[in-house]
């Protein structure tokens, strides 16, 4: 589709995430591949094009299906099964157009005024510099790890700190793709092929109205918007990274079953290795985790829909609530993962196996700063004892609320 339709034919939730499940098998093919290159392949992209992935959370007002977040999260577990390298993808590419619902209307009219299939990565770490100017802001530096970028002709969206009024704000800006240039040091241990390459900005504008607060959550910033996007941005993107993880270790599953199913074990008393009851309780013990996970990040986004769904922001004790426990999400995967990883022995370590793969792809995911278990259950702890915020807080609530 190259010109915006807002009469777009929609699927139902059902049906998206059927076409997701349906991919797996394709995606689980095309995963070595996939590393190798370290980056998903345009044929893949393009796949998720046409299966209307990246539409999920764009506004109608630009061609898109404006769905229930969950609709997103749940997609992103099923592609993570297959690939967790291009289910990343969709992850990141895919709520970038949420956030373009924030903004100003002349963003998504540049970004999509001539094709609304146009593409936007990221990188919120606010590596570079930015300086506060007439109209606008100059941005200056690198920012890492921007995945996707190779398929993201809208450019990207960069964080970074500014002084206004008197206080440091962390903001996010959208750049257009002329505007940088993109540095090939995607080196890594696991999720190689995200494609998560660094960002070369030099002196570029950026007019305000390409630029929101992204922790920001109250009337000002949401009140005005549709009913979707009166979620809390913070709160939609960390859930989505969450969904891929949990994603990615019900890949691990879906391995460890294949890999088990036809072993036969070296003590002969078992025999056939679905017999052991270690390789049966590992597996079970993993799976409730993953159960849990599961249940526990789709019923808050699904609790969180209900205030936005009626118009309503979502109150502060629900999203601490929320935002805090799905950053667990991460740790308790990767627990689950490796539980049963360890249990298929010397087979799972070479790299012709696809767990190992799987593994390291979890091991990534879990480090990233959406699933910072220790600091932030020191937030959620200390919100449940009484403790007041303090001033740099992701919940978007003032200093000193409680």
């Known amino acids: 589709m190259s010109q915006i339709d807002t009469a777009v034919s929609q699927p139902s939730e059902e049906q998206i995430v059927q076409r997701a499940r349906e991919l797996i098998p394709l995606l689980r ?83 999509w005024g001539s094709d609304n299939t146009t593409l936007v990565s990221s990188s919120y770490a606010p590596f570079g510099t930015v300086s506060k100017t007439e109209g606008g802001y100059v941005l200056n530096g690198e920012w890492l790890t921007s995945s996707g970028c190779d398929h993201a002709a809208g450019g990207a969206f960069v964080g970074g700190r500014v002084a206004e009024n008197g206080e440091t704000v962390f903001r996010s800006f959208w750049i257009q793709r002329k505007d940088f240039d993109i540095v090939d040091d995607w080196h890594v241990v696991g999720l190689a092929g995200t494609g998560s390459k660094k960002l070369i900005i030099k002196d570029v504008f950026i007019p305000d109205y390409r630029s929101h607060v992204i922790g920001a959550y109250d009337q000002q910033s949401h009140g005005q918007v549709e009913n979707l996007y009166k979620m809390p941005f913070f709160y939609v993107f960390y859930a989505a990274v969450s969904s891929v993880i949990i994603g990615m270790a019900r890949g691990m599953v879906d391995l460890y079953v294949d890999h088990m199913v036809p072993r036969q074990n070296i003590n002969q008393a078992v025999g056939a290795a679905v017999n052991d009851p270690f390789i049966k309780s590992r597996l079970g013990e993993a799976y409730a985790k993953i159960l849990g996970a599961t249940t526990r990040v ?27 426990s799905n950053q667990f999400t991460g740790g308790e995967c990767f627990d689950a993962a490796h539980m049963i990883f360890k249990k298929t022995s010397t087979r799972g370590i070479w790299m012709s196996s696809p767990m190992q793969r799987q593994m390291r792809d979890i091991l990534v995911g879990a480090n990233h700063i959406t699933q910072n278990q220790d600091n932030i259950g020191d937030l959620l702890g200390g919100h449940l004892l009484g403790n007041p915020l303090p001033a740099a807080n992701p919940f978007g609530a003032k200093p000193g609320q409680v």
């Open 298 to 324: 789709l019923h808050n986004t699904d609790e969180a829909w209900g205030y936005a769904s009626r118009g309503e922001l979502v109150p502060l004790d629900i999203r601490i609530r929320h935002f805090a």
């Open 29 to 111: 093919e095309r995963a070595e591949a996939c590393e190798q290159a370290r980056m998903v392949p345009k044929e893949t992209i393009q796949a998720f094009q046409d299966a209307g992935f990246f539409k999920i959370l764009q506004p109608k007002r630009w061609g898109g299906y404006q769905m229930h977040p969950n609709v997103l999260n749940r997609v992103l577990m099923e592609l993570a099964r297959g690939c967790p390298s291009s289910a990343w993808n969709v992850m990141v590419l895919g709520v970038h157009p949420f956030e373009v619902g924030l903004l100003d209307p002349r963003c998504g009219d540049e970004l």
